[in-house]
């Protein structure tokens, strides 16, 4: 069931950050109400929740991501702290993004890194 | 010393397939000789086996970095069966795909996917 | 519940390719036998089957993302094929290649230019 | 002649946007004062303005391709509000960014999201 | 007038090889009777003939932006192969793929080197 | 030796800017001290120092490589003055920024070229 969905995505993504969902659901409420749910419903509560790696694993995969994609400093720092919340070292965070440079290229790793010195200043 | 980075980095990259180093140079000896030493002495022996994070948890991060990247099957498949070699499972390989989607996309998980599977056929 | 999203997935996927579905289920049924389904209940049965865009509309999303992604040739190739089936024109589709050339480079739309002359010479 | 692809482009663009091919022209006055026609010219007027789809259809290909590609805020923003200029609604507009998420990941889609609550407040 | 820059584009591509541009018609000549042309008249008639910067210094720029992009290997051959006809030397084009690792990752400069080993077999 | 790449890397960065390994390391120094070593060592003391082309032209590499990948901001700023250091003219960097459009669309070349100009208003 759908809630089942849910519940779990709450769970997995709360692990991360207990803000987060209620911080998406807010800001895309006017114009995409079903949106964070999406991310909760599919992306935590569909995959990120599966047994098959511990959470700090699956943080691991989520910093590399978000680092190889290039995506926003704001969702790498979130999930940089989400890292630390879920047992990483601030070190192993480090070496995740580093491992980075040679398979995304520097650019890449020098904006995660950036992200990565906001989140720890916290 | 560079026959340090050298030794660290054949011993780092050996434990993922002790082939794939010799099938480089081979492959660049006579256009780029330089280049295949070049991913040894920094991918691997400035990066990869930096003490920071076990090989398991590094391989997870190269399959989830050339995922997103969209890097070649070859590649994929080299590293597929390197992570099998340091010691993750087959379905721990697959989840690290299968994650990869909600933060990249389907087209890069099924491309990986299709390299796990020629991976894990032979 | 699960299975009316797998039931709108299955319409809205069969309405691109009556086939496709089955062929991943096939493909990934040995290493990731829920990999196939997760394609269809989330980017079928949750997104693509919402009523917001129509079919068609909905297919020209599907190949400006697969364009500008630089994914897989068959990718586009069933993508293709199935923009003709919910009612495109083959005009219309090389409109829509043609329009990524400027906003992704023309590497991209070469290539997926490439895909669409595979999939109507079928 | 260059002036009829000049006329088409300036009248392709400037429904979506009056005042972008002047803001351009401005920006780059001074460093590249061909670049902003060569915008008008090449994607406006020798593509954006060609017949095969109406300028509804061709603002979604221009909203997939920037949200796929990660372009940057203020672009998205630009096209958004041109995209209800040609007629779409706020929900196509949403439904559009929201479709992308199963092709290229949740973060593009999230930026985008982000690009078009602010488009939508003005 | 839309004939001179045919003409500077054909001089323009024809200096990288004097038969991509009847390939190109050739291969899209069915589907997309207009596609080459647009090549042919923006990327060399417009931008790539500019006197700004000389033959070799451009086709540099041509093969980085294919390497960091992980354009076709057909691709990056046929440019390669441009490259030595402007006057690169095979020790230049190499260096420019080489240097593309740092900036994009060994993974896109592992696939444009593969694609360098092939032209210059030829 | 490790001190010979770091020499030759912190004369081929200075080259480019005096500064901004210090700023670099001091930014870095408490998170990941080692990570702007690799980029001098690496980056510049193994690759961009070496002999194969001119420092002018690697700096061309260096700008599309940045343009293409949609490096951020400040990274194509330093570059672009750097550009001017080892003898590029600015309507030079201009035209390879502009080159990169064709390939990469005009998304990452419009992003570049707003980093020139506020590159060159210094």
Chains 1, 2, 3, 4, 5, 6 share one sequence.
Request: with cysteine; charged share 25%; net charge negative.
């Amino acid at each position: 069931m759908s809630s089942d969905r849910r519940a779990r995505g709450e769970e997995a993504l709360g692990r991360i950050d207990p803000d987060v969902a209620g911080r998406m659901r807010e800001a895309f409420a006017e114009i995409a109400p079903d949106f964070a749910d999406m991310i909760v419903d599919f992306a935590y509560g569909d995959v990120i929740s599966r047994p098959g790696l511990d959470p700090a694993r699956r943080q691991l995969v989520t910093l590399t991501a978000l680092t190889v994609l290039g995506a926003g400093t704001d969702l790498i720092e979130t999930h940089a702290r989400g890292a630390l919340r879920v047992g990483l070292t601030r070190d192993e965070v480090v070496e995740c993004v580093m491992q980075c440079a040679p398979f995304a290229g520097f650019p890449r790793a020098i904006a995660a890194m950036a992200a990565l010195r906001r989140a720890f200043a916290e």
